[in-house]
């Protein structure tokens, strides 16, 4: 779908395009804070996104162009992490969120991969 976007936003600017929607789950997820009750329940999506970024990146029918873009933010989210690692409630997540990213950037068949969520049957609501 991120190569689809990306060749409709070429062919209409007024579309959203790739780097859009990267940016809206990375606003909707990593660059979220979450309040002390919904902390566990926000890891938990952000992990989600973070490996499903992982598995978008290592489709082999990413177009190239797009799969730039989808390195740069993980370059952008990896060096925000870093940032905040020291973070008083997050910092540990964040960290290993920086490091793991590091690593997936140099070497992407070094990081072990976590299997995603089964998507339960039926209509989504």
């Known amino acids: ?3 689809r976007m990306h060749w409709q936003h070429a062919r209409d600017a007024r579309q959203p395009d790739a780097v859009t929607a990267i940016d809206a789950l990375l606003q909707a997820s990593w660059r979220q804070e979450a309040s002390a009750a919904q902390q566990a329940v926000a890891w938990a999506r952000n992990w989600v996104v973070l490996d499903s970024l992982y598995a978008t990146l290592d489709s082999p029918r990413l177009q190239p162009v797009v799969a730039a873009q989808l390195r740069a933010a993980l370059v952008q989210l990896q060096a925000s992490a870093q940032r905040r690692r020291n973070d008083d409630r997050s910092g540990a997540q964040f960290a290993q969120a920086a490091d793991e990213i590091a690593r997936y950037l ?13 998507i339960p049957p039926g209509s989504p609501i």
């Open 106 to 118: 140099q070497d992407p068949a070094s990081l072990p991969r976590r299997s995603l969520p089964r």
């Open 1 to 3: 779908r991120l190569n």
